[in-house]
Every structure is written in structure tokens, then in C-alpha cells.
């Protein structure tokens, strides 16, 4: 029995120099299931965003382990998540984990990225934050914007 | 993957010509050669975005922070030629209200 979706798992350094390889990676998978031109480019923007803090993190606490990066390959979207730790994911597990946003809650480990949390936001439709054990970010865009709802557009983040 | 810096003097103006990407990886470099020029004599520094194909928030962030320097040392920053998918950082953030930016040259000479 096979999965109704296709899975991409990968694990970089958490150095910046490899920021440029998940561009291009980010590139051939959304490229492969037919998005467009500028929705590639607003991926490779945010997908970079989330590895830029993911590497600053690490770097932060001198630990130079890795980044995990898991491409959940849908018919009608595409599922990055991007892991400031080496574990592998447990797909599944992590989107029991990631629950709605809290508005009471600060995100400051995203905050060092400026801009960067503001852009993933404004550039996919969906964007899920978990700090649990180190941060993941749980980011969605949809093949055909125009199918979803509006509300869907948002940040959640959960702890 | 690369940045490419090019500086030269134009009159009292310091031009950076930059092609390539700008990310975490190459936006140290480009930040130390924009604040070096910034606070050198002249009247300040336009750079040329003609040839960058990718930028993110850390290219904002350098921008920003040229920006501040440049305020505080009372010269001109301005920024020409960016492609659209660098514009619209710029314009999503509002930061295009914010920084001086000159498209309108794109493709002339």
C-alpha cells in the first residue's frame, strides 16, 4: 500500500552555504508537481527563510549538527518542513504535534530572522510552527490559490 | 550559487554592481563591502540589482542596515534595476516605502 502522496526527506548541514542546495532542491521538487514560475520563486524565498533561521540557530548554540528538510509531494500541494534538528520526521506525529496558533505566544526564536517569518507567512498559504524539541516549520502551498479559503492564510505556532 | 561584487567611482557616487544571489550564505560579504563604501568619502552609494536572480530577508536586512548607516552619515542609498521576484520583497515588506528605489532605468543606458 502505497501512500497517497510522495515524500521527500533531506538532511543538510546547518550552514549557511548549503542554503543555496535546498533553493535548488526546493526548485526541482515544486517543479515536478507543475507550479508556476513565481510560485517557485515565492517557495525557494520562504523555504530559505526557514533553513536562514534553522542554520542561525544552530549557530547560535555552537552546534553545528543539521537541518531536516521533508517535501510532502501532493496532488494539490506541496508540504515543506524544515527541522532545526538531525532527526528524521515522523510525518505524521509531527502534524499531530503542530496545533492552532496562539496568539499569546511569542515566537522569538523566529525573530531573529527579521523579515523572514513575515515573508514565509505572505508567501505560502499555510504556515505551522512547533517548538517543541527545537523548531519546525510546517509550510503549505497549494497548486490553485484561488481553491482555498482565506483563513488558511496565517501563522500558527504551538509549543 | 556566488555573489559578485563590483564597485566603481562615479563622480562623488560609489556604484556596487551586484550579479548573482543573495542569501545567508553571501550577504556578510556584500554587507561589509556596502558599510566600507558607505562610510568612505563621496556622496554615497547606488546599487545596481540588474543581475541579482534571487535575493531573501537577509538581503533586506543588509539594505536596512545600509540604509541606517548611511542616514547617520548623511549620504544617499538608493537602490536601481531590480528584477520583479527582488522588487516584490521590497514591496510585500512595505520596505519600498522606506528606501529609495529606482526601477525606471531598467533596460535604458
Known amino acids: 500500500m502505497g501512500k497517497p502522496f510522495d515524500f521527500v526527506e533531506m538532511k543538510l548541514p546547518a550552514k549557511s552555504e548549503y542554503v543555496g542546495v535546498l533553493r535548488l532542491t526546493v526548485s526541482g521538487v515544486a517543479n515536478r508537481l507543475g507550479f508556476s514560475y513565481e510560485d517557485i520563486e515565492d517557495l525557494k524565498v520562504a523555504v530559505s527563510e526557514a533553513i536562514t533561521n534553522a542554520v542561525k540557530h544552530a549557530y547560535f548554540e555552537e552546534d553545528q549538527g543539521e537541518v531536516t528538510i521533508g517535501f510532502g509531494m501532493y496532488k494539490d500541494r506541496l508540504e515543506v518542513m524544515v527541522a532545526d534538528y538531525g532527526d528524521?520526521?515522523?510525518?505524521?506525529?509531527?502534524?499531530?504535534?503542530?496545533?492552532?496558533?496562539?496568539?499569546?505566544?511569542?515566537?522569538?526564536?523566529?525573530?531573529?530572522?527579521?523579515?523572514?517569518?513575515?515573508?514565509?507567512?505572505?508567501?505560502?498559504?499555510?504556515?505551522?510552527?512547533?517548538?517543541?524539541?527545537?523548531?519546525?516549520?510546517?509550510?503549505?502551498?497549494?497548486?490553485?490559490?484561488?481553491?482555498?479559503?482565506?483563513?488558511?492564510d496565517q501563522i500558527s505556532t504551538t509549543q | 550559487m556566488n555573489l559578485h561584487i563590483d564597485d566603481y567611482k562615479d563622480g562623488?557616487?560609489?556604484?556596487?554592481?551586484?550579479?548573482?544571489?543573495?542569501?545567508?550564505?553571501?550577504?556578510?560579504?556584500?554587507?561589509?563591502?556596502?558599510?566600507?563604501?558607505?562610510?568612505?568619502?563621496?556622496?554615497?552609494?547606488?546599487?545596481?540589482?540588474?543581475?541579482?536572480?534571487?535575493?531573501?530577508?537577509?538581503?533586506?536586512?543588509?539594505f536596512i542596515s545600509a540604509l541606517k548607516t548611511a542616514n547617520e552619515t548623511n549620504r544617499s542609498f538608493k537602490l536601481i534595476n531590480?528584477?520583479?521576484?527582488?522588487?516584490?520583497?521590497?514591496?510585500?515588506?512595505?520596505?519600498?516605502?522606506?528606501?529609495?528605489?529606482?526601477?525606471?532605468?531598467?533596460?535604458?543606458?
Request: hydrophobic share 40%.
Open chain 2, 12 to 62: 562623488d557616487l560609489y556604484v556596487l554592481k551586484l550579479a548573482g544571489e543573495i542569501d545567508a550564505y553571501t550577504a556578510p560579504q556584500l554587507k561589509e563591502k556596502l558599510l566600507e563604501l558607505i562610510k568612505t568619502e563621496g556622496i554615497g552609494v547606488m546599487v545596481d540589482l540588474e543581475k541579482i536572480n534571487y535575493m531573501d530577508s537577509t538581503g533586506l536586512g543588509v
Open chain 2, 82 to 109: 531590480l528584477q520583479e521576484n527582488v522588487y516584490r520583497l521590497f514591496n510585500i515588506t512595505g520596505l519600498n516605502e522606506v528606501m529609495d528605489i529606482d526601477n525606471t532605468i531598467r533596460g535604458g543606458k
Open chain 1, 88 to 152: 528524521s520526521f515522523d510525518l505524521e506525529k509531527i502534524k499531530e504535534d503542530i496545533g492552532p496558533y496562539d496568539r499569546e505566544m511569542p515566537i522569538d526564536n523566529m525573530k531573529e530572522g527579521g523579515f523572514g517569518l513575515f515573508l514565509i507567512d505572505a508567501l505560502m498559504d499555510k504556515v505551522e510552527i512547533n517548538n517543541n524539541h527545537g523548531v519546525v516549520v510546517l509550510m503549505t502551498k497549494y497548486l490553485h490559490e484561488n481553491e482555498v479559503g482565506q483563513n488558511d
